[in-house]
């Protein structure tokens, strides 16, 4: 059995529970709306309903807030993980799946807008 004081944590950057109303779009051949679990400076995670999101090595994401003060787009990512979660929807036979990208390169703006974001729609 593994100690969790044996675990090494491999992030660079502090990961940060979204609040509600943060949403992210992966933009590949179709869009995978979710809601953001977590995000740092290097990535996020968010859930999604329907089934395994494509294989690409590198998309993109935009990520909003539900009260339309936040929009950011043409954000590179790498998918890192994509399983499904253990839950149940109501009224909806698709599974929950739960998506980890790791964000590229990002031009000033870009770095910008993700401080603010994570400033406004994260706990601390």
């Known amino acids: 059995m593994i100690d969790r004081n044996d675990i090494i944590e491999r992030r660079k950057h502090k990961r940060f529970r979204a609040k509600k109303g943060a949403f992210a779009v992966l933009k590949t ?8 679990v977590d995000i740092s400076k290097g990535g996020l995670s968010y859930r999604y309903s329907g089934h395994a999101a494509l294989s690409e090595d590198s998309v993109e994401v935009e990520i ?12 590179p990512v790498k998918t890192v993980s994509d399983f499904k979660v253990d839950t149940t929807i109501f009224y909806d036979s698709l599974p929950m799946r739960q998506l980890s990208v790791e ?3 990002m031009n000033p703006n870009q770095t910008l807008l993700l401080d603010y974001f994570l400033s406004k729609y994260t706990f601390k």
């Open 64 to 75: 909003f807030s539900i009260d339309n003060d936040f929009y950011m787009k043409k954000l």
């Open 103 to 105: 964000f590229g390169k």
């Open 29 to 36: 051949d179709y869009n995978l709306l979710g809601q953001i």
